[in-house]
């Protein structure tokens, strides 16, 4: 089947508090990453307050990221809710992308479970609940990606217990067993998808009440959220466990620091929500366009650092081998390279056209995408 590429029924307001979560993602990500390889030991002191303020911050980037994909992912995918799902070119474009991440990841690191993979089996995940919310059409789709996201947590009760060397499935192939309990498992499945289905849930909330999104009714109601999360369910899950999971042997509390990322996540999509509102009509620019080409930064930061497809990266001058004064210099030219290139990424396209058109109409050919 084949389908057109439909002049997509938009909804009227422009989330561009999600491009800047991304944008602040990506550049998280790249500082991140460069920070965490080139760093000497000696200097990664948790009693530091620099050290310490940047480990904590570091920790909720790729909540951002995943969570973020569900949210973005679910908006415009309502937005065709009523054409039949097959006639949805978001379905169809859907799962065109969750196979180009799982192609990515693997090339990148094929021996690995990254990030990648976890969103492209996210999305895959968000378009089958969603074909079965279409079949059933009785219980409210976010119910469907609650539950989801609820239960890919839990999972780490279970998962978290479980010694490092201990794989799951046992016995099972090792790309199997990365996706959820393996040698490799950097982003596994479970319990880093519960994000995506959060995000999903989120983002159909969104939808729904996407002229209100704006309302300081909804902000607060967003960051109060946010805060419960982040610091009261230590508290609860603490509680349940003392006086009611006491005798059972997986424990609550080791789901604290992934509701306590969502937490923080909402908090952070709160406050830019506010940024905002209070900026008014937000016009396309640099800083937004960095959030609208994270795959292409996250692909070209894993050859340039880590030597990905190449092994020649710059890992290999730097690791664990810097200063915190050396470093600073080293990584804003790193920041710079990508700021510049997505400055001049639409120029860079057009000249390469001749490679990357062909590989798109090809990849729209197999997924029944019809270019209009």
Not at 335 to 343: C, E, H, N, S
Request: charged share 15%; aromatic share 18%; with cysteine.
């Amino acid at each position: 089947m084949e389908i057109k590429n439909q002049t997509l029924n938009k909804p009227k307001t422009r989330l561009k508090f999600i491009d800047m979560a991304r944008s602040i993602a990506i550049l998280l990500m790249l500082e991140g990453h460069f920070v965490d390889d080139s760093l000497n030991p000696i200097y990664r002191d948790s009693s530091n307050l620099i050290y310490s303020t940047w480990f904590f911050i570091r920790g909720f980037t790729s909540p951002i990221f995943l969570t973020v994909t569900g949210i973005v992912f679910v908006y415009l995918l309502l937005g065709n809710n009523h054409l039949k799902y097959f006639n949805n070119i978001r379905v169809h474009k859907g799962y065109k992308r969750a196979v180009e991440l799982l192609f990515w990841g693997y090339l990148l690191q094929y021996y690995a479970f990254h990030v990648l993979q976890c969103i492209g089996v996210g999305i895959i995940t968000i378009l089958l609940l969603y074909g079965l919310y279409r079949l059933v059409k009785v219980i409210p789709l976010w119910i469907y990606f609650f539950l989801m996201g609820t239960l890919i947590f839990s999972t780490y009760m279970y998962f978290g217990a479980m010694p490092k060397d201990q794989y799951w499935p046992t016995n099972a192939p090792a790309f199997i067993q990365n996706m959820f309990h393996g040698k490799y498992s950097i982003f596994p499945i479970l319990p880093r998808m519960g994000y995506t289905m959060y995000g999903a849930m989120f983002g159909t909330i969104l939808f729904h009440y996407k002229e209100h999104v704006k309302t300081w009714k909804f902000i607060c109601t967003t960051i109060a959220i946010g805060t419960v999360l982040f610091f009261g369910f230590e508290e609860l899950f603490l509680y349940v466990d003392k006086n009611i999971l006491h005798n059972v042997k997986y424990h609550l509390y080791k789901l604290d620091w992934l509701y306590e990322a969502l937490g923080m996540v909402l908090i952070v999509l709160g406050v830019l929500i506010i940024i905002e509102k209070l900026r008014g009509d937000i016009k396309p620019n640099l800083f937004l366009k960095i959030g609208q080409n994270t795959l292409t930064i996250y692909i070209l930061h894993m050859v340039l650092l880590y030597g990905s497809l190449t092994g020649l990266g710059l890992n290999k001058l730097f690791h664990h081998n810097l200063t915190p004064w050396q470093l600073i210099p080293v990584v804003s030219m790193f920041l710079l390279f990508f700021v510049i290139l997505i400055k001049y990424i639409d120029y860079i396209r057009t000249k390469l056209s001749f490679i990357l058109l062909p590989i798109r109409k090809i990849a729209n050919m197999i997924f029944g995408i019809k270019e209009a």
